[in-house]
């Protein structure tokens, strides 16, 4: 039946911001709201799954039966899901993962100073949690999410195949409609067949709870 779809399954699913310090008072982050991922979460539970929320600093409930893990930083959210991730079947990368984070943490609150009118913040690159995971030996079946303003197809298909994904769903943040604080979305799923072809199924508008349920639904099947 569609309730034991995900029956035996274990899904680790990233949801949320990241936030990256720069003192101890201040940090870098995003407008993710985390609502997408945690929709994947009720989804998967209510298709039967056991799943693993690893999620960024978000306001929002913890699904019911989700087991869920609350991290900081994108260091952090790649340490807790590599201690995860082993026993999942699927792996689903929702979070938005600050890119870069600050090359030093200063260790006290920086103070502003007369004389300086200007000051420069070193970043550099943050682990990519989603390459690692389907680089691992033996990954699980891996899914991606490419949030863009524009060419969403073209840079969805690309990340397709760099980051070495089972699936990724594409979606055109430029429209305030859906993505980021909505609770509606649209997307466009993207794979390859058996034959190596580029395939892709479109999820119309919907709220994300029906959203993620379809794309859970894509998944097992191309997993099977
Ligand atoms: O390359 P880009 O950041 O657009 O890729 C987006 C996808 O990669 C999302 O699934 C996101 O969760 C994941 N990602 C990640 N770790 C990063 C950057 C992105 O897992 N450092």
Redesign the pocket.
Known sequence: SVAALLANQHLVI?AGP?REAIDPVRYLSNHSSGKMGFALATAAQQLGATVTLIAGPCQLPTPVGVTRIDVTS?ED??AA?LTAVPSADIF????????YRPATVASHKMKKTAEQDELALTLI?????????SNLTKPPFT??????TNDVAR?AQS?LVR?KLAM??ANDVSSSAIGFNSDVNAMTLYWHDQQGLLKHLDLPEADKLSIATQLLQHAVKLKN
Do not use: S
Request: charged share 20%; hydrophobic share 55%; glycine share 6%.
């Open positions: 990233t990241t994108a959210m790649l899901v689903i990368g929702c979070a938005a993962v600050a890119d690159k943050n682990p990519d949690i989603l390459a690692t995971v899914i991606g999410f490419a949030a863009e840079y990340k980051k990724i769903a």
